[in-house]
């Protein structure tokens, strides 16, 4: 059973930089796409981006350009390196695996953007 363990999150100030890593518990990291989703209170889980196995980048509009998303294979760790963060960004942050048409999430980590 895949696991994933998020952290990396905090209170920052508009404006400021935050990096989440996503620790996978299997070698099958190097074989599913990974992603990192949000939730902001009242609000519905969304994308924020994704990184197939390819190292190929897809990202939800309301964060391109300030934040970018990687992975070390090697590792099995995820990344979400976030800039320019704004309030707006406040929400919970989870990671994302998708599997053999299994989805995996980890317990999520708050991110704050807040002066």
């Known amino acids: 059973q895949l696991q994933l363990v998020e952290s990396g999150g905090g209170l920052v100030q508009p404006g400021g930089s935050l990096r989440l890593s996503c620790a996978a518990s299997t070698t099958i990291f190097s074989i599913a796409p990974m992603g990192w989703y949000r939730q902001a209170p009242g609000k519905q889980r969304e994308l924020v981006a994704t990184i197939t196995t390819g190292d190929s980048t897809n990202y939800a509009d309301a964060v391109k350009g300030r934040f970018a998303i990687s992975r070390d294979n090697a590792k099995n760790m995820v990344y979400l390196q976030m800039n320019s963060l704004k309030p707006e960004d406040t929400a919970v942050y989870y990671c994302?695996?998708?599997?053999?048409?299994?989805?995996?999430w980890g317990q999520g980590t708050q991110v704050t953007v807040s002066s």
């Open positions: 994302n695996a998708y599997v053999l048409g299994n989805n995996f």
